[in-house]
């Protein structure tokens, strides 16, 4: 076994993701708020105006970093949904069902700012174009992969079933991308493209990637901090969950 | 890998093909009614339903914004290629002004549009003020387009 699978074997053990999460934790969510305030701070205060929408496209900061997020929470969750449907992985089943609460608020959050900025700035809150109406059904996936997992009692069961539905839905997502270039949208075309030149200021564009960065590193300390919740419940029974749960109980020195 | 796993993603593999596919045919299919906008060209070229109402979406036109009675307003939108004249009797959007992409909801009354609801539509362009201040001066100054940087809509 080379070093690379012998990290993923090492890292796949339920004991070994408690005790490396664990450690890791803390310090994603201190960097998560860090870079966050940073992003913030250059995207509500130091960013200029835009000469068409004056301070009001402020709102990107939040909408365009969360809806990344939303699409890169559901792709990671339809992989690791993958791997749990053919190698039956614990702890890719755990990852999968732990990301989807954490997509659905990012989706959440991307509708409602959208929307809030859609009213004066379109003069409509909803309509039903293609980027719109994709973003919604990325967030029913989402719910859906959250009420079939709590609808079905045996835990990996459950998270089979609910896998397998995220793991289809995900034709979805290259819909909700490239929606803006298949069919004419009420919703504005890609601003910040990997290829080729942006379509925003430089000025304005250094705080919409780090809020970006701060989002990513947010999400993978949120769905580890659930995952190893989830982990623990599920091993219960086991030797060394039951180590923890003795060394953590209070009274017992 | 054991057999039963290069099963399982075997399946799993022809599952997602299968749904792949169905995605791309529904799509495609739905091509037809996913257009969300009609273009003046379009319209003239009888693409539009002459009925049923529908959205018409291009530039409004330099010095054809009409202001009548109260919220009544009259504006020119056009593709670059034809325009088509739009009615309106309410409250526009706060990007509404000319030379910006507009998607306006309505139907066709000899050969005049009759909106019931105007959006602007905002363009994937972000600029500070003074830079585009600066870009606009610049391009006065060699009698450039001043559109010429801007996509189409």
């Not at chain 1, 919604?136 to 959250?146: A, E, K, M, N, P």
């Not at chain 2, 585009?132 to 009698?143: F, Q, S």
Request: some cysteine; hydrophobic content about 50%.
């Amino acid at each position: 076994m080379n070093t690379l699978t012998l990290w993923f074997h090492k890292f796949g053990s339920p004991p070994t993701f408690h005790r490396v999460t664990g450690l890791l934790i803390p310090w994603l969510f201190a960097a998560a708020l860090l870079i966050g305030l940073v992003g913030l701070y250059g995207g509500l205060v130091l960013a200029p105006a835009d000469y068409q929408q004056s301070d009001a496209y402020r709102i990107i900061f939040i909408h365009v970093p969360c809806a990344w997020m939303g699409l890169f929470a559901y792709i990671f969750m339809a992989v690791n949904a993958f791997i749990a449907l053919v190698w039956r992985i614990k702890i890719s089943e755990i990852l999968a069902m732990a990301s989807a609460p954490v997509g659905a608020w990012f989706t959440a959050i991307t509708l409602a700012t959208g929307a809030i900025w859609g009213k004066p700035m379109w003069g409509t809150w909803w309509t039903w174009d293609a980027r719109l109406t994709s973003e919604l059904v990325l967030l029913f996936l989402f719910l859906g992969v959250i009420g079939l997992y709590n609808a079905i009692e045996d835990r990996r069961q459950a998270a089979r079933a609910a896998a397998f539905l995220g793991l289809v839905g995900i034709v979805n997502v290259p819909i909700v991308h490239f929606s803006v270039s298949w069919w004419n949208t009420l919703h504005q075309g890609t601003t910040v493209r990997l290829l080729g030149p942006s379509r925003i200021d430089s000025s304005m564009l250094w705080p919409l990637l780090l809020l970006a960065l701060a989002t990513h590193i947010w999400f993978f300390a949120s769905v580890f901090a659930r995952a190893r919740v989830s982990l623990l419940e599920l091993e219960g029974g086991k030797e060394w969950a039951r180590e923890i749960a003795l060394a953590t109980e209070p009274g017992h020195e | 890998m054991t057999p039963t796993r290069k099963r399982r993603l075997i399946v799993v593999g022809l599952i997602l093909l299968a749904v792949g596919v169905a995605t791309v045919l529904t799509v495609a299919a739905l091509q037809q009614n996913m257009t969300y906008l009609f273009t003046p060209s379009e319209i003239i070229a009888g693409k539009a339903p002459a009925e049923a109402r529908f959205r018409i979406g291009g530039m409004v036109k330099e010095h054809s914004i009409e202001r009548g009675q109260s919220l009544t307003v009259a504006f020119v939108v056009t593709d670059g290629d034809d325009d088509m004249r739009v009615e309106y009797e309410g409250i526009l959007p706060d990007l509404f002004r000319e030379k910006q992409s507009v998607i306006a909801t309505g139907s066709m009354q000899g050969g005049r549009f009759i909106a019931t609801e105007v959006l602007a539509k905002h363009d994937e362009t972000y600029v500070p003020r003074d830079v585009a201040e600066a870009m606009e001066n610049a391009h006065r100054k060699h009698d450039v387009p001043l559109s010429a940087d801007k996509p189409s809509p």
